[in-house]
């Protein structure tokens, strides 16, 4: 088991990459159509993948349970992502980023739905406000890169991204971390492979522009292999719906990120919705946070 610092250090640094990701997803569809550049991150990052295994002397199992936890983990790969790409034709990096802030609400309508766990009165009332925030973001966004068609390409992402942690968790493989990514992007690989034919009339006809390298191999390096070392490290040590709260943290800083070095505007209602959005987040784990902060005061009075 890791110890504290090493699951906060770890849990920050997958935060940090987060919210950069959804830049560097829009930054390398920007000289590449959206599936090629999905397709690409794959393939570059599985022999890096590999060979971060041969020199770390880490074994990749084939055994049925191995393969399965890769192909549930593969969903929060290129399964999820298919939509995110997607949806950069819709959707600012920010709005992107701020989507994946719904990630906690749809992992608890997930486990309510499905596996019959309890939702309290204030976290249902958490959902309605952040619901709301949605609505007041589509409507103040038409006119800055924010369509419907990409919020609802994107909560098809979260979800299948929220399904995956569920079924990765069920699972319960015993596999290193970085086994769990390497065999995940594996299974993404074959799958961009298998979709090669359907988009190869797109296929690239020149070196794309630097902006749209970086951000690929930005993606491929931080958000697929360092980024999913991390995550899988900690689906394997905490809570499903405490891992969700990652992407609570990384709206507001990838707006920053995207305003930044992307000169992303957004409207004064964009902006209120996003704040709406975040407050029924906060509604939502009010009792959580509250619990926290209580465990925390009964162990500072009881040392």
């Given at each position: 088991?890791?110890?504290?610092?090493?699951?906060?250090?770890?849990?920050?640094?997958?935060?940090?990459?987060?919210?950069?990701?959804?830049?560097?997803?829009?930054?390398?569809?920007?000289?590449?159509h959206s599936l090629w550049a999905l397709a690409l991150r794959f393939f570059i990052a599985l022999p890096l993948a590999l060979g971060l295994l041969v020199l770390l002397k880490i074994k990749l199992p084939h055994d049925g349970i191995s393969i399965h936890s890769y192909i549930a983990g593969a969903c929060?790969?290129?399964?999820?992502?298919?939509?995110?790409?997607?949806?950069?034709?819709?959707?600012?990096?920010?709005?992107?980023?701020l989507m994946f802030g719904l990630a906690p609400i749809m992992t608890g309508l997930i486990g309510r739905f499905a596996f019959q766990i309890h939702l309290h009165r204030m976290q249902w009332v958490g959902m309605c406000i952040a619901v709301v925030g949605l609505a007041i973001i589509c409507l103040g966004g038409s006119d800055h890169h924010i369509q419907p068609m990409g919020i609802g390409l994107m909560l098809i992402s979260v979800f299948v991204y929220c399904a995956s942690i569920f079924w990765v968790k069920k699972v319960n493989a015993p596999l290193e971390p970085m086994a769990q990514a390497t065999g995940s992007i594996m299974?993404?690989?074959?799958?961009?492979?298998?979709?090669?034919?359907?988009?190869?009339?797109?296929?690239?006809?020149?070196?794309?522009?630097?902006?749209?390298?970086?951000?690929?191999?930005?993606?491929?390096?931080?958000?697929?292999?360092?980024?999913?070392?991390?995550?899988?490290?900690?689906?394997?040590?905490?809570?499903?719906?405490?891992?969700?709260?990652?992407?609570?943290?990384?709206?507001?800083?990838?707006?920053?990120?995207?305003?930044?070095?992307?000169?992303?505007?957004?409207?004064?209602?964009?902006?209120?919705?996003?704040?709406?959005?975040?407050?029924?987040?906060?509604?939502?784990?009010?009792?959580?946070?509250?619990?926290?902060?209580?465990?925390?005061?009964?162990?500072?009075?009881?040392s």
């Open positions: 088991m890791p110890s504290k610092f090493n699951l906060m250090s770890t849990y920050a640094l997958l935060v940090f990459i987060w919210a950069t990701t959804p830049l560097a997803i829009v930054w390398s569809v920007s000289d590449l929060s790969f290129i399964g999820s992502q298919i939509f995110t790409y997607l949806a950069t034709a819709y959707l600012s990096s920010g709005i992107i980023a299974v993404s690989a074959l799958f961009a492979l298998v979709m090669l034919p359907l988009i190869w009339q797109h296929a690239p006809t020149h070196l794309p522009n630097t902006k749209a390298l970086i951000g690929l191999f930005y993606a491929v390096i931080m958000a697929s292999l360092l980024a999913m070392f991390c995550y899988f490290k900690l689906v394997q040590n905490i809570k499903a719906t405490t891992l969700s709260l990652t992407t609570v943290m990384t709206p507001m800083l990838a707006m920053l990120f995207g305003a930044l070095l992307n000169d992303e505007k957004l409207s004064g209602l964009v902006f209120v919705g996003a704040v709406v959005l975040l407050l029924g987040l906060f509604v939502y784990f009010y009792r959580d946070f509250k619990a926290s902060q209580n465990l925390a005061h009964k162990i500072k009075s009881g």
